[in-house]
């Protein structure tokens, strides 16, 4: 692969005799070392959605760039699934960088996007300073934590609200708890926003090992009434020694009710020879802090978690519930889908209702970018907060309290897997 000029590259949608050259690209660029898969198990196995990806190709017809999308379903504020593009394999060789390949392929994934795909796309950045030029925001956030686990005692309350659940705890394989884990995840599905569907492949993917990671360890809370939780974690081993050095790293940990919840924490708590228990994505705030008597031991950072880019921003708002009534006229700004620009009225008659979105040429209310409608559309990253970073501006006195409380949802919005 030699260097081109600057511009001789164009962006267009993979093909079939593409694929090997841009996996090559997309491992080299994520580090991933050597490709042992053949193309065809990677793309069945990973589950790339060969029609909705691109390349760009040089003037040697090499591909030196890939962006792809997931067709996702997630649960937006109020509980609906809505569709929505996962924003995922966005790469570029190593002899290509720096000289707008990313940004032509953004670019067009997102004109694409905006000639009738999802109106909503999301993603997880490797990096943070990549995607705001794009119009994407912070829409979640996540905490990592890390519990001593020798000090992990649960307040009499946790104990007892254990010790209540009816449920018993079953070590499975996957493919046995697979209905048990599609129930439950299915029945909590439109509870948080950026909730995510999963289909078998997604499962296998998530928990069933894989590209050096061994299976994750499902443990199945079943009730008299059927399955009311699970948890998936790995075991990592310590060093010898006398004093336990093992970590358990937690995938996540789902529950219909309070009591399993506290039930299946106690058990990960007190798994055998072990000194730390870490989890990599915990909802913020995170229940587990009020089981704990010594909530200092779990020690959390407070991390950014999902992009998103409001495509289309008429059928975006009309998709989501709103936490008050609100009526409000938007002037927003959109440097890369120049039809979601401009002035906007947006009407919510009664909380909990979605919006009325029309065009208009009335005085606005309330300034702002669309990559920060974007990053409040979750309802986790409040427009008061932008507004006090001076993202948002206020025309109209208490036009910022009215938009926040609107966009603001309970619970708050949390995605327990990075795709
Ligand atoms: C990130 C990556 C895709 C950028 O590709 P690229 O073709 O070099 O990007 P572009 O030339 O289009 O750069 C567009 C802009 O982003 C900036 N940029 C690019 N990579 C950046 C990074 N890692 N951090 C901050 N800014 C970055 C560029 O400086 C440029 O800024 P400008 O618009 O102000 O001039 C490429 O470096 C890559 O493959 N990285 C490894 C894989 C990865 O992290 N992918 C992102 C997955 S979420």
Known sequence: MTTPAPSSFDVRPLEQEDRDQALDVVWRAFGWGYRQDSVDDVFAGRSIEADRTLVAVDASSDVVGTASAYSLRMTM???????????WMVTVAPTHRRRGVMTAMMRRQLADLAAGGEAVAALWATEAGVYGRYGYGIASWRQPIEVDLSRAAF???????AARSPARLHLMSL????????????????????????DADRWQFLLGGGDGRPPAEVVVAIGPDGPTGYAAYRVREGKPGLVPTGVVAVQEVSATDPATHAQLWRYLLDLDLLSTLVCESRPVPDPLAHLLVDHRRMHARLDEALWVRVVDVERALGARAFAAPVDLVLDVTDDVVPANAGRWHVVVAEAGGTAVVRRTDARPDLSLDVGDLGAAHLGATPLHVLALAGRVVEHTSGAVAAASAAWSWSPTAHTAEIF
């Not at 504020?77 to 924003?87: E, R, T």
């Open 77 to 87: 504020p109020g509980g609906d699934l809505q569709p929505v593009a996962g924003v």
């Open 155 to 161: 307040t009499p309350h946790a104990r007892d609200l």
């Open 175 to 198: 493919d046995d708890a697979l209905p048990h884990l599609t129930a439950i995840h299915d029945g909590i599905l439109g509870a948080r926003p950026g909730t995510l569907a999963r």
